[in-house]
């Protein structure tokens, strides 16, 4: 029995660099009404990644009810690929930081954190979890999770509203985005965003 093989065409390496080249090819595929999109392979995995981030819930108080909030029909964060939360760390891309974190739970938040697969996202959500809120001057709170993990996005409020928490999911996007996949700088290394009532309200206004 014969085995063909099949003949892949193919363009010089050199091609590659070259951008009239790749214009060129591309423009005769369109003209054969075939649609071609020029990209990166970083920016095609990214946009994957941003539209389909899995929050670990990990709501300890009031603000964890405004999280529910934005699942709900009124405000709906299906429409941004955010509605499938995980109870497993090892499902999930991000931790969803709501509410107060004692002394005894920040452990458990630890481990949580570092059973998570890398690339891996916190979000702080609210006054309690940004810098210990009311509580701050308590024996018992932590006076911010940035303590014991990495923080990428603050939403400030007390609690914040289901648009505070879309915007700061939005800014975690950008934030993937922007990411080199196959090497390049981590995330760590990356300044923090921080949304602001002004930043909401410039938001809101568009």
């Not at 929050?55 to 964060?77: H, K, N, P, Q, W």
């Not at 996005?153 to 914040?160: A, E, M, Q, T």
């Amino acid at each position: 029995m014969e085995v063909r093989k099949p003949k892949i065409k193919s363009i010089p390496y050199a091609e590659f660099k070259d951008n009239d080249s790749l214009e060129k090819i591309a423009q005769e595929l369109h003209e054969g009404g075939v649609n071609v999109i020029t990209g990166s392979l970083d920016q095609m995995i990214n946009w994957g990644r941003s539209n389909s981030l899995w929050s670990l819930t990990f709501a300890t108080s009031c603000c964890g009810i405004e999280f529910m909030a934005v699942g709900c029909a009124r405000y709906d964060f299906a429409r941004f690929g955010f509605e499938v939360t995980r109870n497993s760390p090892r499902q999930a891309d991000l931790i969803m930081c709501a509410g107060t974190i004692t002394n005894k739970m920040a452990p458990v938040m630890k481990r949580l954190y570092d059973e998570m697969a890398e690339p891996k996202y916190v979000i702080a959500v609210g006054g309690c979890a940004i810098s210990g809120g009311p509580f701050k001057s308590s024996y018992h709170v932590v006076r911010g999770i940035n303590e014991f993990v990495p923080v990428d996005v603050y939403i400030p409020g007390c609690p914040p509203r289901p648009e505070a928490i879309l915007y700061g999911m939005m800014q975690l996007q950008r934030k993937v985005k922007v990411e080199k996949f196959f090497g390049g700088a981590n995330h760590k290394e990356k300044k923090p965003i921080i949304v602001t009532d002004e930043d909401l309200k410039n938001n809101i206004n568009k």
